[in-house]
C-alpha cells in the first residue's frame, strides 16, 4: 500500500519568514495531494490540493509544489503569521471509487514573534 | 447548516467494555473513514465504506468493528479486543476522490 513521509516533524520559523514542509509517497499511481491543518484539539481542515495533472497550485500566501518524476510534493506558507501555528498533515490517494488517504506522521509548525 | 457531527467528544472505557463512537453527516457524502490519531503517529485508517451496506478495513482494523447501514451514519465499536484503545478518533466523510471533511472527533480514554 502507499507509504507517505513527511519532513520536518517540528518546524520554528519568525514571523515573516517562509516555512516549507515536505512530503514523499511510495505508490506512483498516487494523483490526488491534500494538505490539512490541525490546530490544537481541533479537527483536520483542508488548506489546499493539487492534483496530479498539475505542478503547482497557489492560494494567497499558501503554494503546493509536484514533483510526479521523484515522487515529491511540498507545502510552502509565505509572509507566516503567528495563526499560521499548528500541525500540518499531508495526505496522498488514488482518486476514485476506492480512494482513501494515507496520511504523513505530521509537521508541528511554530510561528515565534 | 451541513456538516459532520462525532459523538460523544469524551469517552472513558473500562476494561473488557465495548463502546460506540457516532458519525453523522449531512453532506450526501457516500464516503465515510475512521481514523485513530496518536500524538507523534499521524492518522491512520481504521475503517472505510465507500457505499451504503459496504465497508473495508484499514491499516489497523483488529479490536474495532462497523456498520454503514444508512448513508448518513458510520458508527465505530472499540471493542474489549482492542488491547490499547486509549486515542483521538476522527470521522470523516467525503465524496468519491475529493477531500475529506473531518469530525471534531471523540477522546477515548481507558479507566
Known amino acids: 500500500g502507499e507509504n507517505v513521509e513527511q519532513h520536518p516533524s517540528t518546524l520554528s520559523v519568525q514571523e515573516g519568514d517562509s516555512a516549507v514542509i515536505k512530503c514523499t509517497y511510495s505508490?506512483?499511481?498516487?494523483?490526488?495531494f491534500p494538505w490539512y491543518k490541525q490546530e490544537l484539539g481541533k479537527r483536520p481542515q483542508l488548506i489546499i490540493d493539487?492534483?496530479?495533472?498539475?505542478g503547482e497550485k497557489k492560494d494567497q500566501r499558501i503554494a503546493v509544489t509536484l514533483n510526479k518524476t521523484a515522487k515529491h510534493f511540498s507545502l510552502h506558507i509565505t509572509e507566516t503569521q503567528p495563526e499560521d501555528s499548528a500541525v500540518y498533515f499531508c495526505a496522498a490517494s488514488i482518486s476514485g471509487t476506492a480512494s482513501k488517504l494515507t496520511f504523513g506522521t505530521g509537521t508541528r509548525l511554530q510561528v515565534t514573534l | 447548516d451541513g456538516g459532520i457531527t462525532q459523538s460523544p467528544k469524551y469517552l472513558f472505557r473500562k476494561e473488557g467494555q465495548n463502546v460506540t463512537l457516532s458519525c453523522e453527516q449531512n453532506l450526501n457524502h457516500d464516503a465515510m473513514y475512521w481514523y485513530r490519531q496518536d500524538p507523534g503517529q499521524g492518522l491512520r485508517l481504521i475503517y472505510y465504506?465507500?457505499?451504503?451496506?459496504?465497508?473495508q478495513k484499514g491499516d489497523i482494523a483488529e479490536g474495532y468493528s462497523v456498520s454503514r447501514e444508512k448513508k448518513e451514519s458510520f458508527p465505530l465499536t472499540v471493542t474489549s479486543a482492542q488491547k490499547n484503545p486509549t486515542a483521538f478518533y476522527l470521522c470523516a466523510s467525503s465524496f468519491t476522490g475529493d477531500g475529506y471533511t473531518f469530525g471534531s472527533g471523540t477522546r477515548l480514554t481507558v479507566v
Open positions: 505508490d506512483s499511481a498516487s494523483n490526488y
Open positions: 493539487i492534483r496530479s495533472n498539475v
Open positions: 465504506s465507500q457505499i451504503v451496506n459496504d465497508f
